[in-house]
């Protein structure tokens, strides 16, 4: 499984340890996938939120306080693009939240629009748990 940017040396055991007890919210369409991703989370002892689409993800990112957005891309009701526009345009530290694609689809034409929309990092589906959390330390999410 590969990310855009792979870290090129493992990072210290510091580093490790700040990703664990994140709120993370994450959003896709398929119950399995959230489920699967969840599981996932929890073993690094992360707190979970879900949402089944982009208009959901940006409520909850208004309302709640996350470390974090996983967002898929491709959604009914509002896609992960433009739930990233939209929660870039957010008042406060909501607006600025670490957003990172997660997609079946991560394209050569993708990868720039995700960037120029505002996404911080992307993820190819099925996430790897190893992938996860060395995107999580690189935005260098802290508890």
Not at 16 to 39: E, K, P
Request: charged share 20%.
């Amino acid at each position: 499984m590969a990310t855009v940017a792979e870290p090129t040396e493992p990072l210290p055991r510091t580093a490790q340890a700040r990703t664990t007890g994140l709120r993370l919210l994450v959003v896709d369409d398929v119950a399995a996938n959230r489920a699967m991703i969840h599981a996932l989370l929890a073993l690094d002892g992360h707190l979970v939120t879900a949402a089944e689409n982009g208009a959901e993800a940006v409520a909850l990112t208004a309302r709640d306080s996350f470390d974090a957005v996983l967002m898929d891309l491709r959604m009914p009701v509002m896609d992960g693009i433009e739930a990233t526009r939209r929660i870039r345009m957010l008042p406060g530290a909501a607006g600025s939240t670490p957003i990172i694609a997660i997609s079946a689809d991560l394209a050569t034409e993708t990868v720039p629009i995700c960037l120029a929309v505002g996404m911080n990092a992307m993820l190819a589906k099925p996430i790897d748990l190893e992938a996860l959390t060395a995107a999580l330390q690189r935005l260098e999410l802290r508890r």
